[in-house]
């Protein structure tokens, strides 16, 4: 991406509600800010945004206005998740699936969800296995500028971290693969005729 379509996508970035709730069929509102920025989206895609989004985005890029796209879901009021913690199994699945770290708790351990970093995405909703989590009102308080900053801030660190793991997790699998190698040693070339051999005779005939 160039810099005009990167501070293109910054501008409509600071439109979209920052609940990464990926109904947008993208990971996060980052993602699809930069696929609208490059035409690769439309800008009615985000249901959380609403009427009241795409209107913003259409003034932004001079583009007219759609109604909000049916396939990716209908402009409801925000929501808070709450953990029935008398049901919650600790499993950590919601909090896997929380894309701003709202949710703490730990294996086998009770959790809860941080109100005030909730976004409402409801992609803990699923991901429990007990359905042990309700979605209570969001108040009007929370819908504003601080908190989708704030959520902003938190989705890009939870996957700064999830990069770090990962290359963290691909270093190690190199390092045992080259320590396997170091101990299985040369081939022994008699063994690895014979092997050649064997296959061979086992190729199907013309």
Do not use: W
């Not at 379509?5 to 109904?23: G, K, V």
């Not at 294996?107 to 309700?134: F, Y």
């Not at 108040?139 to 601080?146: G, K, L, M, Y």
């Amino acid at each position: 991406m160039n810099d005009s379509a990167a501070s293109l996508a910054d501008r409509i970035d600071a439109i979209l509600p920052q609940t990464q709730c990926e109904q947008c069929g993208y990971r996060g509102c980052r993602p699809y800010a930069e696929a609208i920025a490059c035409g690769e989206a439309e800008i009615n895609q985000c249901p959380p945004g609403g009427a009241a989004g795409i209107e913003k985005l259409a003034a932004l890029l001079q583009r007219p206005l759609l109604p909000l796209s049916p396939e990716h879901g209908i402009e409801k009021p925000r929501t808070l998740a709450r953990i029935v913690e008398a049901d919650c199994i600790g499993c950590t699945k919601c909090i896997q699936a929380c894309p701003v770290d709202a949710i703490v708790g730990a294996s086998k351990l009770m959790h809860t969800v941080i109100a005030d970093d909730c976004t409402g995405c409801e992609l803990c909703v699923p991901a429990c296995p007990v359905d042990c989590i309700v979605l209570l009102p969001m108040s009007v308080e929370q819908i504003d500028t601080a908190h989708a900053d704030a959520a902003r801030v938190h989705f890009q660190r939870r996957e700064a971290r999830l990069e770090r793991q990962h290359v963290q997790r691909e270093a190690e699998l190199a390092a045992r693969k080259v320590a396997v190698d170091a101990t299985a040693g040369p081939v022994n070339p008699v063994l690895a005729a014979l092997a050649r051999a064997k296959a061979k005779q086992q190729e199907p005939k013309p």
